[in-house]
């Protein structure tokens, strides 16, 4: 199985047979849809989901299966499958499980939308949030930067999940030396396997 690191929250997952992007937003590369079969979508910030670009691809490719939270689904509209924390299901050769359910506060409840986390095949990418989901975790994508994050919570979650390897998302935001200072941090921690994906690149799992 093949992990591939797109712009901010965006990943792409290959295992020979087939192919799905996680969260390709607007600060993501179209590419990252190329030859995919599935799409997954953690929640509706245009961070994580180009909603233009998204219609487009299907417009180009109607076999193309999009799965996300109900309310995101039923704005996206026919075809689009509406997944909940705890559903199981199969999409483009690999078996996914929903966890998690909420967005991270940032302050006052805010934003106070669903996210919908994906365990795919022991690859877990949470979207904006921190759940630990019960199942053993592989591969954990660790967020790395937003208004309702700091480095200390992205060590504790990373503790918490205690993956046998890890890597950063999230990342948009950060320049040069805050990428450098996160993965100073991480890198310090024993027992994730914490390592960069330099953009663009893939890494076998």
């Known amino acids: 199985m093949r992990l591939t690191k797109y712009g901010h929250a965006c990943v792409r997952i290959d295992n020979g047979d087939g192919a799905l992007v996680i969260d390709p937003g607007v600060y993501s590369e179209p590419v990252s849809f190329d030859g995919v079969a599935a799409v997954l979508v953690t929640h509706e910030h245009a961070d994580h989901v180009d909603l233009d670009l998204l219609r487009a691809v299907r417009e180009r490719n109607p076999e193309l299966t999009v799965h996300t939270h109900p309310a995101l ?3 996206l509209g026919d075809g689009v499958r509406a997944v909940s924390p705890g559903d199981v299901f199969t999409t483009a050769g690999f078996t996914v499980r929903a966890v998690g359910g909420e967005h991270a506060e940032i302050i006052d409840g805010l934003p106070g939308c669903p996210n919908v986390g994906f365990v795919v095949d022991g690859v877990y ?6 759940f630990v989901p019960s199942e053993p975790v592989e ?8 208004p309702w994050l700091k480095i200390g919570d992205a060590i504790r979650f990373a503790r918490a999940v205690r993956p046998r390897r890890s890597f950063p998302i999230h990342d948009g935001v950060l320049n040069d030396l805050g990428l450098h200072q996160f993965d100073a941090w991480l890198g310090d921690e024993e027992g994730i396997g914490y390592a960069r994906i330099p953009l663009g690149d893939t890494v076998t799992l």
């Open 125 to 130: 990418h949470p979207g904006d949030s921190l």
């Open 139 to 146: 591969t954990l994508l660790i967020p790395a930067a937003g």
């Open 73 to 75: 689904a039923a704005e």
